[in-house]
C-alpha cells in the first residue's frame, strides 16, 4: 500500500463537492453551458488548473467530456483529440486492455474506478498513474457524471529502497490483515496510537477493535473485499484504544492477497475524530473550504496579495506547521518566513502570473521555530471578491538535505577516484564518455577531459586494442562496449595502442554496468591498470631464469633455490639426481618430503639461521636419502627482493661422500703404516730430492732418531741437512 493514497483519494472526494459547488454557481449563471466545464463552470475549471494532478469528467456512459490544463500539457494531446475515447492514446498498450475492463465495468456499476497504468508524455516517454474515477450521481442516485484524476506515481516505484523507512514513520497507521480477520503486520505507530504493544496486537482478530455498532458495516465491507480482489474499499469506523475509550478511524482497504510479496488485505487508517467534529459543526457553512483544503495532505492556504494575511489554511498546514488555524488567519505570509526572505517574497507576488507555476523552494518557519525547505507552487485567483492566491506547500526538508548529502558524497568519491593509481572511464549508454579520472588521462597521453575522446567512436579512431597476442580486438569487444551490454569484465589484458603518437601500453581492465531501477544500463564504468612496467619485467626475469636454468643444469653440484618457508622454487637436474626425485615432484615441496625427518629438521634450521642472519655460510651436511646417506659441502646464502628484504635462500650443494670415504681411508692406510713402522728394528727415513739432488730428510723413523740423538724436527730441517752434507752419513 502506497503512503500517499488515502490522502489523494481525499483530494479526489474533494473534487467532487467542488464541482458540485462549480454546477449549482453555473445553473444560475449558464444552464444552457452547464454540462460544459470548459465554458460554464470556471469556477471548478479555475479549481482543477490550480491541482498539481491531472483532473477529468466523463458523461454517465464512460465518454469523457473534459480534462484539465495538466493532462492536456503532460499528454501534449488537444482537448479535442483527448474527449471520448482520446485518452486511450495515452495508455501503454500493455495497460489497455486492463484499464478498458476496469473503466467498463465502473460504468456499468457506478463503482469507483481505479487503475494503476502507464501514460505516455508528449515526449512519447511513458510515466506510472494511478487513475481514479468516482461517480456524481444526482438525488436518485442516478449517475450524472464521473470525476477523476490521474496521479504521477513513478517516483514510488523508483523509492522501493525507500518504501519501509517511509511506511514506517508514516502518519498513518498501516496494517495486514489475514483473510480471517488475523492482523500479521502493523506499523510502529499502532502501538502508539492504540497504546498496545506491537506483540499483543499481532495475532488478535481487527473486529474485536472495532465499536459493536459498526462492526456490522466493516464485516460486510471486508466481505466485499475479499469477493473482489479488484476492489479498493474506504470506510470510517470507530476503533478501541487500550483505556477503553473510542476514536473515529479513517480506514481505506486493499485485498492483496493474490500479490505473492503480500498475501494479506492491506488496511491504511488514521485518526480523524478531531476532523469529523468540526465538519460536522461547519458542514454547510464550509464545504468548499473543507473539501479543498483539509482532504490535501500537503500544506495549502489562501492569502491576500494585498494584505499578505492568511484568508484560509487546510488541516495540513495547521498539522505541519503547528499553528492552530485562528493563529493562522491571524497572520500574514510574512510571518512564516525569515526576514531576509520577505522582500524576494514581496517581488514574487508582483510578478503574477495565471494557471499553476512552481515559485521555486523557500524557507519557512514553523511554530516551534524550525526552518525548513518547502517547494511552492502558486496560483493567482479571486477569493472572497479579494485578490488572493492559492498555495500548495511541500515539505522538501529531507530531500533537499538527501541531495546535499549525495552532493557531498559525490565529491568525496570524485576525489577519491582522483587519487587513484588506476584510471577510471564512464560511458552512458550511447557510448558518450562522461568521465576520466586523472590517471586515465595520463595512461591515454592527455593532460585535460578536453583534449580526451568525448565519445566511443572519437576513441576509436584515437586508440585501438589487441590482445596479448598482437589479435586486433574488434571495437564490439572492448571492455566498455561489453559493460554497457550489461556484462561484467574481470582482470582482461590488452595491448592499448595509441595511432597518433606510437604510444602503446599492457592494460588489465575491469568493468561493470550500474543499472537503473528497471534493471537498464545506466552507466558503464571501467577501470585500467597499466601493467606495462609488472609485463617488461616478467619477460625480464624468464630471460634471467631461463639463464640460470641453463646454469644451474650445466653444473655437477645440486643448485637451489627456496622461500621463507622452505619450499623449493628452483631444483636444478644434479640436485634431482642426488634424491633421486623428479623436478617436478620436488617444486613446491618442503625438505621433508625429501630426506629422512632428522636430516630435513637440521636442514631446515640452519637454513633459518642463515635468512635471520643474513650472512652466507658453508658446512657441510650429512643427509639420509634414497635409501642411503650422503655427505653434502653446502653453501648458503639470503635470497633479496629488490627492497633489501630476505624473501628465501639460496644454495649450492656438492656431493662430497666419495671424498670423504677416500680420506677416511687413507686416514686408516696410515694408520695402520705408522704402526708397522713404529714396529719394526729397521733404520727408516726420507729424502726430499729435487732436480736429482738430495735436499733434505723429510722423516725418520723413532729407532733413527735415538741414534742421531736429534728430534724428527731438528732431523727434518734444511739447516741440519746442510751441516750435515760435508761428512758422509751411514745409516744401519
Known amino acids: 500500500m502506497k503512503r500517499d493514497d488515502l490522502n489523494k483519494l481525499h483530494l479526489f472526494d474533494g473534487l ?46 464512460g465518454a469523457c467530456v473534459y480534462h484539465n490544463r495538466s493532462l492536456l500539457e503532460y499528454s501534449g494531446l488537444t482537448l479535442a483529440t483527448a474527449l471520448g475515447s482520446g485518452w486511450v492514446q495515452m495508455v501503454h498498450p500493455d495497460d ?128 466485499s473485499l ?36 503480500v498475501g494479506a488485505v492491506a488496511i491504511n487508517f488514521r485518526d480523524v475524530t478531531e476532523r469529523l467534529a468540526s465538519e460536522e459543526r461547519a458542514r454547510e457553512s464550509e464545504r468548499l473550504y473543507r473539501e479543498m483544503f483539509d482532504s490535501n495532505p500537503h500544506p495549502m492556504w489562501v492569502y491576500d496579495t494585498k494584505t499578505l494575511r492568511f484568508l484560509a489554511v487546510n488541516a495540513a498546514a495547521v498539522e505541519r506547521y503547528g ?82 548529502t549525495a552532493a557531498r558524497g559525490h565529491a568525496r568519491l570524485q576525489a577519491v577516484v582522483e587519487t587513484l593509481y588506476d584510471g577510471v572511464v564512464v560511458s552512458d549508454p550511447a557510448g558518450n564518455l562522461l568521465g576520466w579520472n586523472s590517471s586515465a588521462l595520463r595512461m591515454h597521453g592527455f593532460t585535460t577531459v578536453e583534449a580526451a575522446p568525448p565519445h566511443m567512436p572519437a576513441y576509436a579512431e584515437t ?9 586486433p580486438l574488434s571495437r564490439i569487444d572492448w571492455p566498455m562496449s561489453r559493460v554497457l551490454r550489461g556484462q561484467q569484465v574481470a582482470d582482461e589484458e590488452f595491448i592499448l595502442r595509441r595511432h597518433d603518437t606510437g604510444l602503446e601500453l599492457i592494460v588489465r581492465c575491469s568493468g561493470a554496468p550500474v543499472l537503473g531501477p528497471d534493471g537498464s544500463v545506466e552507466l558503464g564504468v571501467v577501470t585500467i591498470h597499466d601493467v606495462t612496467p609488472w609485463k617488461r619485467a616478467e619477460s625480464d626475469a624468464r630471460r634471467t631464469a631461463g639463464l640460470l636454468r641453463a646454469v644451474a643444469d650445466g653444473t655437477s653440484d645440486a643448485v637451489f633455490v627456496k622461500d621463507r618457508d622452505g619450499r623449493y622454487l628452483l631444483f636444478n637436474k644434479a ?23 632428522d636430516s630435513a629438521h637440521r636442514v631446515m634450521e640452519r637454513d633459518r639461521r642463515v635468512m635471520e642472519s643474513g650472512r652466507v655460510e658453508t ?10 646417506t650422503r655427505i653434502f659441502q653446502a653453501t648458503k646464502a639470503p635470497y633479496w627482493d629488490a627492497n633489501g628484504r630476505v624473501i628465501g635462500l639460496i644454495g649450492i650443494s ?44 723429510t722423516w725418520i723413523s723413532e729407532n733413527l732418531r735415538q741414534i742421531l740423538g736429534h728430534s724428527p724436527e731438528e732431523a727434518t730441517g734444511p739447516d741440519w741437512w746442510a751441516t750435515s752434507n760435508s761428512r758422509p752419513l751411514i745409516f744401519p
Open 575 to 597: 640436485a634431482a639426481g642426488f634424491v633421486g626425485k623428479p623436478i617436478e615432484e620436488v617444486l613446491g615441496k618442503d625438505d621433508t618430503t625429501l630426506f629422512d625427518l
Open 226 to 261: 475479499l469477493a473482489d480482489p479488484s476492489e479498493a474499499a474506504y470506510i470510517v469506523f470507530r476503533g478501541r484504544q487500550a483505556d477503553g475509550s473510542w476514536r473515529w478511524l479513517e480506514a481505506r482497504a486493499t485485498n492483496l492477497l493474490r500479490d505473492p510479496a
Open 463 to 471: 586508440f585501438s586494442l589487441s590482445r596479448l597476442d598482437k589479435a
Open 16 to 61: 467532487v463537492a467542488v464541482h458540485q459547488r462549480a454546477r449549482r454557481v453555473a445553473e444560475m449563471t449558464d444552464m444552457a453551458n452547464r454540462t460544459s466545464p470548459g465554458s460554464g463552470d470556471y469556477v471548478f475549471e479555475e479549481i482543477a488548473d490550480a491541482m498539481p494532478h491531472m483532473v477529468w469528467l466523463a458523461s454517465p456512459d
Open 323 to 404: 499553528y492552530s488555524r485562528d493563529e493562522f488567519l491571524s497572520m500574514t505570509i510574512a510571518e512564516i518566513r525569515p526576514s531576509e526572505d520577505v522582500p524576494a517574497l514581496l517581488e514574487d507576488i508582483r510578478m503574477r502570473g495565471t494557471g499553476l507555476q512552481p515559485r521555486g523552494v523557500w524557507k519557512h518557519r514553523w511554530k516551534d521555530g524550525t526552518v525548513r525547505d518547502v517547494e511552492v507552487s502558486a496560483n493567482n485567483l479571486r477569493f472572497a471578491d479579494r485578490p488572493a492566491r492559492l498555495v500548495l506547500a511541500l515539505d522538501v526538508t529531507d530531500r533537499v538535505r538527501a541531495l546535499e
Open 619 to 628: 658446512a657441510e651436511e650429512v643427509l639420509g636419502t634414497a635409501g642411503s
Open 96 to 223: 489497455l486492455p486492463a484499464t478498458k475492463v476496469a473503466w467498463a465495468r465502473s460504468v456499468a456499476t457506478g463503482d469507483p474506478f481505479e487503475v494503476e497504468c502507464q501514460l505516455r508524455n508528449r515526449d512519447g516517454q511513458y510515466r506510472w498513474f494511478i487513475a481514479r474515477g468516482r461517480a456524481q450521481r444526482d438525488a436518485g442516485g442516478r449517475v450524472v457524471r464521473w470525476v477523476g484524476t490521474c496521479t504521477d506515481v513513478s517516483h514510488e516505484r523508483v523509492a522501493d529502497a525507500r518504501c519501509r523507512a517511509i511506511i514506517e514513520n508514516s502518519f498513518e497507521v498501516i496494517n495486514l490483515v489475514a483473510a480471517d480477520g488475523t492482523l500479521i503486520y502493523s506499523t510502529i505507530r499502532s502501538a502508539a496510537f492504540l497504546g498496545m504493544p506491537i506483540q499483543e496486537l499481532l495475532g488478535c482478530d481487527v473486529f474485536n477493535l472495532v465499536h459493536p455498532d459498526d462492526q456490522g458495516a466493516v464485516r460486510s465491507v471486508f466481505r
Open 654 to 697: 656438492r656431493d662430497v661422500t666419495a671424498q670423504k670415504r677416500a680420506e677416511e681411508e687413507l686416514r686408516r692406510t696410515q694408520k695402520r703404516l705408522q704402526h708397522v713402522i713404529s714396529s719394526s728394528p729397521a733404520v727408516l727415513y726420507t729424502l726430499g730430492i729435487v732436480d736429482d739432488q738430495v735436499r733434505n730428510i
